[in-house]
């Protein structure tokens, strides 16, 4: 089984702090994907990254690949309150993920204003 | 908006009943999943289908069975629901890119007492 440890599991920061969340695993994907998930209902796919060493920015999210595609981190700049969720990236292998994604346990982000 | 349709939202029932939950999707795509998501445990796959009929296991599919008559639904079947099955069931939908993003319904809420 391939899996995909996240962390921190829970993040407590203020308005205004940046901060890191990580997602590592020994396996290599072919693509890994960030996904925000609000309480009461499904993820949402925020960016998927598939080249390693690869960097997305989104807004004040940055997102980036590892050189092995082993892992990947995403780093959110001067956050804010609308930020809070919990954050799961998950992992495709080979075969572009037809058979699922792998998923992370999650990081629970809570931005207190 | 991904078009995927999840119900019932909530239910409760009791251990040794049969719950059948659905998924609809109106993107007419191929692949369909449902993911069970408990603390803890994140998000496992327990079934998936690559078409009409064709169906594979996930990583927890004991206990459960599906099935797939035409392309817009997807049934995950308890035949004897369990106390462990408590849980929020995700249906999704692979996107058409090769990366595998999924798009998910907004979950089923499932009390087993």
């Known amino acids: 089984t391939q899996l995909l440890e996240q962390s921190p599991q829970f993040l407590s920061i203020q308005e205004g702090e940046n901060l890191t969340v990580y997602c590592n695993s020994s396996s290599v994907f072919s693509s890994l994907q960030w996904y925000r998930q609000e309480p009461g209902e499904g993820p949402v796919l925020l960016v998927t990254?598939?080249?390693?060493?690869e960097v997305k920015k989104l807004k004040r999210l940055t997102f980036q690949f590892g050189d092995a595609r082993k892992d990947s981190s995403l780093h959110i700049t001067a956050a804010q309150p609308g930020d809070t969720g919990l954050y799961l990236c998950?992992?495709?292998?080979?075969?572009?993920?037809?058979?699922?994604?792998?998923f992370g346990k999650g990081t629970h982000l809570i931005i207190q204003p | 908006d991904a078009g995927i349709t999840q119900s019932p939202r909530h239910k409760v029932t009791e251990t040794g009943t049969p719950v059948t939950l659905r998924c609809h999707q109106t993107?007419?795509?191929?692949?369909m999943y449902w993911y069970r998501q408990d603390p803890g445990h994140g998000l496992r796959l327990i079934h998936y289908s690559y078409g009409v009929k064709d169906t594979d296991k996930g990583e927890v599919s004991d206990g459960y069975s599906v099935s797939r008559s035409k392309t817009e639904d997807f049934l995950l079947t308890l035949e004897s629901a369990t106390s462990s099955q408590t849980s929020v069931y995700f249906c999704?939908?692979?996107?058409?890119?090769?990366?595998?993003?999924?798009?998910f319904g907004e979950g089923s809420r499932l009390t087993v007492l």
């Open positions: 990254v598939v080249t390693g060493g």
């Open positions: 998950a992992g495709a292998r080979s075969g572009g993920g037809a058979d699922g994604l792998t």
């Open positions: 993107e007419n795509h191929r692949y």
């Open positions: 999704a939908i692979r996107g058409l890119q090769y990366t595998g993003e999924l798009f």
